[in-house]
């Protein structure tokens, strides 16, 4: 069973937009599922966790849940490409330089090389859902054009690659992970199950 919350965001893509979110996160949290046992706690927002990090968001997360695990959609992608041995990981991003940035330099300093990174430049995250299919396709196509990769990470919950994940592995050659797939491999792992769904990339076929 699922439980979710929401946080206010403004929805621009900057950096002081999004830590702005930090104010939400443990007063949300603490109104899900007041009074039940709970197996993990997970926070939906990619951008968010690089801007605040993994430790200030597991903190803000279960301030009302000591000793609950949990995770965000950053921490769950690096996790994945440890999972699948990936020591080049290539970037399909939506966001502004303001967060492509950290992204890049957290995972570089997680110990993964970067050989290339692609971004639709968005400003506004409500205009993250409008990317096509083709676009994304095509973007990824063009990062891989550029580098040798071992995995292909398509950031941020709001793209609309999570039911495109098996097409987009077999076209490429890669495994591809994305936010909310990895997001519920990590939360799944956390709770102690065995997280198997055919059909949404290499990361749920193992």
Known sequence: MVFSNRVYYSSVMTTDALSEIARGISQSASLIAMGLPLDVMAFG???ASIVLGDASVEK????SHPGIPATNPWAAAKAAFRRLAAEKVSILSPYPTDINYPLYRQLVESGFDV?????????????ITAVSHDSIVEGALQVLERAQTDVLFVSCTNMRVLAHLQELERLLNVPVVCSSQALFWHAMT?????????????????
């Open 45 to 47: 927002c990619t951008s």
């Open 60 to 63: 803000l997360l279960t301030a």
């Open 115 to 127: 050989p290339a990174l692609g971004t639709f430049g968005i400003g506004n995250d409500t205009d």
């Open 190 to 206: 956390l709770a102690g199950k065995t997280p198997e769904c055919k059909g949404f990339g290499q990361l749920l076929n193992h």
